[in-house]
């Protein structure tokens, strides 16, 4: 299974890639849109802080910041495989940190993975059956192994999709599924 995951995270990087960042920007915004009806203003979300090629989740989190939503974001523990989480108030706090994710060292604001209702998860690659291929690494797949009650919502570009994922059993699918053609998944 290691072998055709491989596979995959090669083709959905490649298709990737293939956008724009024009495009990339455009179908970032699209997906915001449809993501921000689905966000309660009495919840606590935690998001990705997004590299180049990924879904851009600065609107996003600047969308939950301007209506007062408490945004956590994770930082890359690498020794443990894990992440640690901090609240995050300021764009400015944010440096190229672990894999050059954008991370607030030096201006964390601890918070538990307790405090948090909804996740907005990165993919590589997602299906229909709520399945998601991350990168690799499993950061996220230990996180909602100790927090598993957390509402899921994977975001994409639609190029991402796979007719089907192969799944370990330590994978965990997503309750929601947002692209910029908006749900797909459930």
């Known amino acids: 299974m290691r072998e055709e995951k491989s596979r995959i995270r090669q083709i959905l990087r490649e298709r990737k890639s293939a956008m724009t960042p024009e495009e990339r920007l ?4 699209a997906i915001c849109d449809h993501l921000m009806p689905h966000i309660r203003d009495t919840e606590t979300v ?14 996003i989190i600047q969308g ?27 764009f400015a706090a944010l440096v190229p940190s672990t894999f050059g994710v954008p991370e607030p060292i030096g201006s964390e604001i601890p918070a538990r993975g307790e405090d948090v209702d909804t996740i907005i998860l990165p993919m590589l690659g997602f299906d229909r059956t709520g399945a998601r291929i991350g990168y690799g690494a499993g950061y996220y797949d230990r996180f909602l192994e ?14 991402q999709e796979m007719e089907r994922l192969p799944l370990d059993p330590t994978d965990v699918r997503m309750d929601y599924i947002i692209t910029e053609n908006g749900i797909v998944y459930p």
Request: charged share 25%.
């Open 26 to 29: 455009i179908r970032s915004r």
């Open 46 to 59: 935690m998001a990705y802080t997004s590299k180049e090629m990924e879904v851009n989740t600065v609107p």
């Open 64 to 90: 939950l910041l301007d209506r007062n939503v408490p945004v956590v974001v994770p930082i890359i523990v690498k020794e443990d495989v894990s992440l640690r989480l901090t609240y995050l108030r300021d």
């Open 146 to 159: 100790k927090f598993p009650s957390l509402r899921k919502i994977g975001i994409a570009f639609a190029c």
